[in-house]
């Protein structure tokens, strides 16, 4: 089974600074993907960023990154520049490749940006 | 594009009666689609796994007479709380994928169910 952490269950940062949520996972899987997501106070859930497991390269989206270390099984996000809309719930997500079925999701880091 | 609407968004009804959600996929075709559940401060728990003109695929634990899911097209999959109480009061969130297994989940915006 794959389980996701999140140890991290509240962070704020400063308006225009820079923050990173950690994620671990656990699985035997060689190929994989992981996702973050982002549900803001209306509770829809955005996609923030993809990540394939065959790829090295760390995945990047504006003013977010990721910190992709694969052997460690860590997959963490970085927000520069934050924004007051970044405040959010940030969830992490694994999904085995070619399965198409379940999101393992981790229990949500609750980031707060403060003005 | 990949545009998941969900109705209703807040529901009230009384203990008892039987609660019907919506999900549709409004700009693809969506093989499967999936529900969760997800109560306050908590992440999203998955309940079912829907793939169309099939059954759905109950996780462990979850009621499948008293969570029923229909997939009935490529664009619609609806989850009915049937005999709704208290307890099941709740956030569900339906998502929805393409025929691609590798793509992500597509969310719908939510429903929040409030049974009196």
């Known amino acids: 089974a794959q389980t996701v952490t999140q140890s991290q269950p509240e962070m704020s940062v400063q308006e225009a600074e820079t923050v990173t949520l950690s994620c671990t996972y656990d699985?035997?899987?060689?190929?994989?993907?992981l996702f973050w997501y982002k549900q803001p106070p209306s509770r829809q859930m955005i996609l923030v960023i993809r990540?394939?497991?065959?790829?090295?390269q760390n995945a990047t989206e504006n003013r977010f990154s990721v910190n992709f270390q694969k052997a460690a099984k860590s997959f963490s996000l970085k927000i520069s520049d934050s924004q007051l809309g970044d405040t959010a719930m940030y969830f992490c997500?694994?999904?085995?490749?070619?399965?198409?079925?379940?999101?393992?999701f981790g229990t949500g880091t609750s980031l707060t940006v403060i003005p | 594009g990949a545009v998941v609407s969900q109705h209703p968004s807040w529901v009230i009804c009384k203990s008892g009666t039987s609660v019907k959600i919506e999900c549709r996929s409004l700009?693809?075709?969506?093989?499967?689609m999936f529900w969760y559940r997800q109560f306050p401060k908590q992440s999203l728990m998955l309940m079912a796994t829907?793939?169309?003109?099939?059954?759905?695929?109950?996780e462990q634990g979850v009621e499948k007479d008293k969570f029923l899911i229909n997939h009935a097209s490529l664009t619609l999959s609806t989850l009915t709380v049937t005999s709704a109480h208290p307890e099941d009061s709740s956030f569900y969130i339906c998502?929805?994928?393409?025929?691609?297994?590798?793509?992500?989940?597509?969310f719908g915006d939510g429903t929040r169910l409030s049974i009196l």
């Open positions: 998502s929805a994928r393409g025929d691609s297994t590798n793509q992500p989940q597509h």
């Open positions: 699985t035997s899987e060689s190929n994989y993907y």
């Open positions: 990540q394939e497991a065959y790829k090295q």
């Open positions: 997500a694994f999904m085995k490749q070619n399965t198409g079925n379940q999101f393992y």
């Open positions: 700009d693809f075709q969506a093989t499967t």
């Open positions: 829907s793939n169309e003109g099939s059954k759905a695929t109950y």
